[in-house]
Each structure stands twice: as C-alpha cells, then as structure tokens.
C-alpha cells in the first residue's frame, strides 16, 4: 500500500479492481493540462463508493486514486489498441473521450515520461493484481476478477446512440467461464435494464491479461452506463452539471443488482 494505491485483503475467491475512480493528478503534469475538470471529466464516478459493498463479501480490492489522465493501467503498456479501428484513448492519454485535448500545445508527454509514469504507476498495480489473485489462487481451485467501469452514456465519438446499462466484457468468451457470463447476463436482464455481453466493450488489458480458465482465473469487465446508478445529464456535459452528486437512494436498486452480481461470481469460484 502506498499513498496512491491501495490493496485491502480478503480471504474469499474475488478480487475488485478500481483502475479508473482516481482523480488524483500530481503537480508536476497539472499544470501543463487544459483545465483540472476536463483533465477528471472522464473517471469512472462514484464507482467505488458504488461497489464498497464488496469488503463485507471479504473480496480483496485494488485501488489506484491517480487519474486515468496521467496514464491508464487498463491499456496496452505496449501502444497496441485494444480496439483497432475504432476510437479510443492511449496509455497516457493526450484526449478525453469526446476528442478535446487535454494538454496546452507541445506540453504532453513523450516517451521518456511514459515509460516513467508507466514504472510508476502501471507497474505497481498490476504488480498488485498479479499478487493478489496468486495469493487467493494458492488456497481456491478458482477466482474471479471483477474489474469495475462506468462511462456516460452518450458518447458519438466513441459509440453510436445510447449505451446499454451493463456492458459485460469476457474478452470474446476468452477470460472466464461461459457460464459465468451466462448467470451475469441473466441477473443484468432480471433488472429491466438494458444489457450486452461482448459489445462495444469486451474487456481492456486487465481483463484480457489475466483471465486464463485454464488456469483456475475467470476475468469479467463491468462497464456500466452511469444513468444506471447516478443522475446522469445525457449528452455533452460541461463544468457546472458533471459530475453528479452521488444519491445513495438512487443508487440502491443497482447496488442490489450488483451484490447478486458478485455473488454469483463467488458461487462460481466455490464451485
């Protein structure tokens, strides 16, 4: 554990990844960035104040509270897309998801201080993940990674028209037991909500690095559009409405979902 990332152990088979709630950005890339909000605009909001209910089901969490904008630890630390052909945002990103730079001209990173920022931020949590789950693997036949998103639900640059609620991700099937999928799916369309598995978000690079059935390791991403858990404004959004307060009422019928959402994932595990 260090001031910026953060592993809470539990013993059961389930480890929760936070890889996007962090808005902490240091000051020494501040101050080359267009503004503080557009820098934060893209975090996956309240996400972890959503899930903390993951520690009373002894889940082990990991937690990085540095921004997504000084580099991302769900991409390709080697600059392959996740994605080829369609929108995205890099390892360290130089836009928001919208297309808006984020830096002043000539002031974002080069290669030298990506390759910093990745061994000193990239490195470390997947370092803890890998540990993490080595650790709970040692005395479970199985374990899951549940890694947790959100994003708004409107985005045409990087999508057409409204996002499904719950965007389940398995890396096509790859990163864990089809079954497992299955019973999450199932749970998501109990809801009412609108739902898809292995749409435009099939899992990014924590998902599909370490997802390995074979293994005894099954990988889901859960990427949520945020109308289904805050008050979302849909479309654009600016300085003085996002984001959103967090409203635990509104919040609660999905906090429902997702407990038996990671129940199943434990049930799994025990199997």
């Known amino acids: 554990m260090t001031d910026w990332l953060t592993v809470h152990r539990g013993d059961a088979p389930l480890v929760v990844s ?7 950005i240091p ?15 893209d975090a996956d909001w309240w996400i972890d104040r959503l899930y903390d209910l993951v520690r009373g089901m002894g889940a082990t969490t990991v937690h990085t509270s540095i921004s997504r904008t000084v580099i ?9 897309s996740l994605y080829p052909g369609q929108a995205t945002t890099e390892l360290c990103p130089t836009t928001t998801f919208d297309g808006e730079p984020l830096y002043k001209d000539g002031k974002g990173p080069d290669a030298a201080e990506i390759a910093d920022r990745r061994a000193r931020y990239f490195d470390p949590y997947h370092t803890a993940l890998d540990a ?8 479970h036949k199985k374990v899951t990674l549940y890694d947790c998103h959100s994003i708004r639900t409107v985005i045409p640059r990087l999508f057409d028209g409204e996002l499904p609620t719950f965007n389940i991700g398995t890396n096509s099937g790859a990163s864990c037991d089809p079954a497992l999928a299955s019973t999450i799916q199932s749970i998501c ?4 909500h609108t739902h898809v598995v292995n749409g435009r978000f099939k899992g990014g690079y924590i998902t599909r690095q370490f997802g390995r059935p074979a293994d005894g390791i099954h990988a889901v991403q859960m990427e949520l559009a945020c109308r289904g858990y805050m008050h979302e404004p849909l479309g654009p959004v600016s300085e003085a409405d996002w984001p959103t307060p967090y409203d ?17 994932c434990l049930n799994h595990a025990y199997a």
């Not at 000051?27 to 605009?41: D, F, M």
């Not at 369309?189 to 009412?192: R, S, V």
Request: proline letters at 8%.
């Open 132 to 139: 993490e789950l080595k650790r709970l693997r040692a005395s």
């Open 72 to 80: 991302d630890v769900n991409r390709d630390p080697s600059g392959v």
């Open 18 to 24: 936070f890889p996007h709630t962090g808005t902490d």
């Open 248 to 264: 635990p009422v509104y919040a609660a019928p999905m906090r429902a979902a997702l407990t038996r959402i990671l129940q199943a």
């Open 189 to 192: 369309a109990e809801t009412g």
């Open 27 to 41: 000051a020494g890339y501040e101050h080359r960035l267009v503004s503080p909000w557009r820098s934060r605009k």
